[in-house]
């Protein structure tokens, strides 16, 4: 089976830094995924992990420790837009894509 | 580019009804995906497809069917509907998995808003 877990709120200040924690435990893991969901809209893409090690794209970053089932998604400049829920995603062998529960992110002035 | 397209946006059903939650994606992705959505809550996989003619349960099968005729299309078909089917639904999309980097993303489409009363 699959299933992640993961903080359900976090906040911080502008121009901070946050790290939002995801662990896993899949059979068959391949990779892990983030998604960024505002409001009323649907989820977008962010990153994807299938090494261990760190993924920078911009302010965001994600890491991957699969000895740990373990990764995390490092947000930097934090600004107001970046208040939203963030998810991690893990899939199978099969091509069975599960997320977890989400984390609000508050981002305050 | 359209990408993924679901309708209807937003439908109202009454308990015992049926509908089908249409999908489609011009992207010529192999996989393709059915989420719904409690509020405040995370994504939860209906049910997924590898290819045409391939379709298989995700987490919370019950009370749904689907059907992969073809590349482009994936509609959900709700029989009986039932107040705990009240929900926003996500049709999805990606090329592939396990070839890593933009492969692995998803394409969602907007959403489909359904209340079940």
């Known amino acids: 089976g699959q299933s992640l877990e993961q903080p359900s709120e976090v906040t911080a200040v502008e121009g901070a830094i946050v790290q939002i924690n995801c662990t896993y435990q899949?059979?068959?893991?391949?990779?892990l995924s983030w998604y960024q969901q505002h409001d009323g809209g649907a989820p977008t893409f962010l990153s994807y992990n299938a090494l261990d090690g760190l993924e920078e794209t911009g302010r965001f970053s994600s890491f991957l420790s699969r000895s740990d089932s373990y990764g995390y998604l490092l947000l930097q400049e934090l600004q107001m837009k970046d208040s939203a829920s963030y998810f991690c995603?893990?899939?199978?062998?099969?091509?069975?894509?599960?997320f977890g529960q989400g984390t609000e992110l508050s981002v305050k002035p | 580019n359209a990408g993924v397209t679901q309708t209807p946006k937003f439908r109202i059903l009454k308990i015992g009804q049926s509908m089908t939650l249409q999908c489609a994606q011009d992207?010529?992705?192999?996989?393709m995906y059915w989420y719904r959505q409690d509020p405040g809550m995370g994504l939860k996989l209906i049910y997924y497809s590898v290819g045409a003619g391939i379709t298989d349960k995700g987490e919370v099968p019950n009370g749904y069917n689907v059907s992969r005729s073809t590349t482009e299309d994936f509609p959900l078909r709700l029989e009986l509907a039932a107040p705990s089917q009240t929900s926003v639904y996500f049709c999805a999309s990606s090329y592939s998995r396990g070839l890593g980097g933009s492969n692995e993303k998803l394409f969602f489409g907007s959403g489909t808003q359904l209340s079940v009363l």
């Open positions: 995603a893990d899939a199978d062998q099969g091509g069975k894509l599960i």
């Open positions: 992207m010529n992705h192999n996989y």
């Open positions: 899949t059979s068959g893991f391949y990779g």
